[in-house]
């Protein structure tokens, strides 16, 4: 998919998302002409993620043989995986709200100067029986194609941005990634993981069917930690087999926030300060999360509205990963999805 803006040439499109084969190689596009290829070295690159929680456009100037460096952001609170009718489908509200911010996304996307841009969809859309409508719905009023990610691509894209962003010295990695609608783990020692899963456990699902109080129960609380034990320690040994990992990575807003929470440096110190979440810190925190009301965790550092209600969910995941497989100290990565996507879009572009 590419949007061609008034006034800019046709970009040309190499392709979405690479087939990343279980040796890790990725295609190259071979038949592109030095000229487009010097065009295609240095460009501004628009992504619009379309997640459970938010739908996000992300604007970077992207050159070959260098990181993308973000130029723009613009997000909205969308919540689509609530927008849902009976049946579990998007409502009209949710399709015709979505519609409209993708297509002010084209509109900022314009503005910035995007030359290409790319949309792509998650779990909500993903889950959801008329996905496909909500699909076509964007499609004919936008003119933008998103392409729904399964979730394991899911999981193996946000373990490219973290093992580029971590680099080959941290040697093995573990992936930690909590979404709105799904958890994704992956480990490998190379840029494509040796192992990537897609769990049902996202913290705005959670607390949407199993956390409905404000606050919850503790009964309810059990519950729901009993089951997200039980799901996650049927992976383990699939995580565990292929090596013991080096550095335990966590990405998302979901672990930005725990880490915050804990004493973690807060964003406007910048990407590149060293921030982490200890296991013993996020044991402590669990039960004064779950004492309090939405509200009351807005008070807490690293806690937006938005997400106030899902944290405590979210948290939840993250102790049972952490517990079962036995990470000590979480590394948090400011690169995650969006960045994946970027990124292995930029890798089928050869070099000048």
Known sequence: MAICMPGVPEPLVVGFFPDLSENGQRERNSGISAAVTATLAAMRMGVIDVGSNTVHLLAVDAHWGAHPLPASSYKMALRLSEHTTDDG??????????????????????????????????????????????????????????????GEDESRLTFLAARRWCGWSSGRLMLVDVGGGSLELAAGVDEDPDVALSLPLGAGRLTRERLPGDPPSSEQIRSVRKDIRAEIARVVRDLTKVGVPDRYVGTSKTIRSLARMCGAAPSQEGPYVARSLRRDDLHALVPELAGRTAAQRCALPGVSADRSRQVLAGALVVEAVMDLVGIEDLVVCPWALREGVILAELDLIPAP
């Open 89 to 150: 489908g998007i409502s009209d509200e949710g399709c015709q709200t979505l519609v409209s911010f993708v297509q002010e996304c084209t509109v900022k996307a314009e503005d910035w100067g995007v030359e290409t841009l790319r949309g792509f969809a998650t779990s909500a859309i993903r889950e959801a029986p008329n996905g496909d409508h909500v699909l076509a719905e964007v499609a004919a009023r936008t003119g933008v194609t998103l392409q729904v990610l399964p």
